[in-house]
């Protein structure tokens, strides 16, 4: 196996353009991920958007259907390049790694910011939810979605209590580097960061999935792989 991502740990090169077609319609991101955290957003008509490590632009097009007015940071050159290819000029694209500041970006000037599946990524998590809670509006929201500490556990094994970085393989040709952590761990960075927690949820996948992978939907109807959270800034 080969490792390709950015130091941000987005997918990029041949990983990145797979990914960029895997997410449009694979069950655990169109059926599952997605639905729960457009579910969290809610009504964002005219809100400021911060989509960090927004990929293919997915979201984003989400986001721009529902009347909101989004940015997205992406760290890997092929997801940016696809996010762009599906949105053109809708939306302001910036390249980006999250594992530096956000100093670009004025203080208080998004009424939310939307991290999908690319917590457990990160290094770099402390400053990242600093950053993330300066350029919110007092008032406004975080969410995000990560593995499953359930799952993590599953993956790695040993014991659940682990926290640490590890491999995850995707496919045969790749792996991804992941931080598995126990549930009071990652609730303890959150709210450290002064984040408040309005809404957990454990995702469930749409009826749909049924049709296109019986025994993924039924996996996924009884297994927990991701974890989705809204939060606030006070």
């Known amino acids: ?61 989400e986001l721009i259907q529902r009347g909101a007015e989004p940015t997205g940071l992406e760290g890997g050159a092929e997801l940016l390049a696809s996010a762009r290819e599906r949105l053109g000029d809708a939306v302001d694209l910036r390249a980006h790694d999250l594992e530096k500041p956000l100093d670009f970006l004025a203080d208080a000037s998004f009424d939310g910011v939307l991290l999908a599946l690319v917590y457990h990524h990160i290094d770099a ?38 926290t640490g ?24 960075e959150l709210l450290t960061a002064g984040f408040v927690v309005e809404q957990v949820r454990e995702p469930r996948p749409l009826p749909e999935a049924a049709a296109l992978n019986e025994r993924m939907y039924r996996k996924l109807s009884t297994e927990p792989k991701f974890l989705a959270l809204r939060l606030r800034r006070p």
């Open 1 to 61: 196996m080969t490792s390709q991502e950015t130091s941000s740990g987005v997918f990029d090169g041949d990983m990145g353009r797979w990914y960029a077609s895997h997410a449009t319609d694979s069950v655990y991101n169109a059926y599952y991920d997605r639905p729960a955290l457009l579910d969290l957003i809610g009504p964002c008509r005219g809100l400021r958007v911060l989509d960090a490590g927004c990929g293919a632009g997915h979201y984003l097009a």
């Open 125 to 162: 998590r402390a400053q990242l939810l600093a950053e993330i809670r300066r350029v919110l509006r007092p008032g406004g929201w975080l969410v995000l979605s990560t593995f499953h500490p359930t799952r993590s556990w599953q993956l790695f094994g040993g014991s659940y209590f682990t």
């Open 165 to 188: 970085k590890a491999e995850t393989a995707l496919l045969d040709e790749w792996t991804a580097p992941v931080w598995r952590m126990p549930l009071e761990v990652l609730f303890t």
